[in-house]
């Protein structure tokens, strides 16, 4: 079945460790993005990439990173920058592109920080 | 810069229906997309509207009028599964694929 998979489901971390969250799909889609969600709230994009060994910063890329090696895989991780980390973090993927584009999100990670 | 309001909650009875509405304010305006999340778990995506009028699947609608920068999600015959957040999204000719959702609103269907 095709589809988006994070991992961990749950994670949690020490204050100032970096850490880093896994995101692949096998839907072979161009496009890929991290939102962070917080209670209550709506989704921010943190990151995005067109294609591979591209990505543009979204509205909140501060104490984040991405790479963008292969076309399935959008890691993102967590700096000790990031001054309140603790959300819960979506990965989503679409083809890109097109005027209808349907993006299609991951279970997510839920990040604790202690 | 883009914003987007929508109810924060709405609660209704199995069997009514509900309107969630969206307003955004935007340039270069694409298209409204609605989606659908259950409490900690993954959007799902619902509509899509790009011109103005309904669009209807199944027992859900989405209404769009560009000139009022308004649109609306319709949720008929409410079950007790439709309780989740649904989250109106714009898309805008400057942004290819991204998104900007709104705060979501919490449906809340008692029997």
């Known amino acids: 079945d095709g589809g988006i998979t994070q991992s961990p489901k749950y994670l949690f971390r020490k204050e100032g460790q970096n850490v880093t969250l896994s995101c692949e799909q096998n839907?072979?889609?161009?496009?890929m993005y991290w939102y962070r969600q917080d209670p209550g709230q709506g989704l921010r994009l943190i990151y995005y990439s067109q294609i591979v060994n591209d990505f543009q910063k979204g509205d909140i890329a501060e104490g984040y990173s991405v790479s963008r090696e292969k076309k399935e895989s959008f890691p993102l991780t967590v700096t000790s920058a990031q001054k309140n980390p603790t959300a819960f973090y979506l990965c989503?993927?679409?083809?890109?592109?097109?005027?209808?584009?349907?993006?299609?999100f991951g279970p997510g990670t839920r990040l604790t920080v202690l | 810069g883009q914003s987007l309001e929508q109810p924060s909650e709405v609660t209704a009875v199995e069997g009514a229906i509900v309107q969630i509405n969206c307003t955004y304010q935007?340039?270069?305006?694409?298209?409204l997309s609605w989606y659908q999340q259950h409490d900690g778990g993954a959007p799902t995506f619902l509509s899509y509207?790009?011109?103005?009028g309904l669009e209807e699947t199944g027992r859900f609608s989405s209404f769009l009028s560009r000139s009022d920068s308004y649109g609306y999600l319709l949720l008929q015959e409410l079950q007790m599964k439709d309780s989740a957040s649904y989250f109106c999204?714009?898309?805008?000719?400057?942004?290819?694929?991204?998104?900007?959702f709104g705060a979501g609103t919490q449906v809340v269907v008692t029997p």
């Open positions: 999204a714009v898309r805008t000719t400057d942004s290819w694929g991204k998104l900007q």
């Open positions: 989503a993927s679409s083809l890109g592109g097109a005027r209808t584009d349907t993006q299609y």
């Open positions: 935007t340039s270069g305006f694409y298209g």
């Open positions: 839907l072979n889609h161009d496009a």
């Open positions: 509207n790009a011109l103005d």
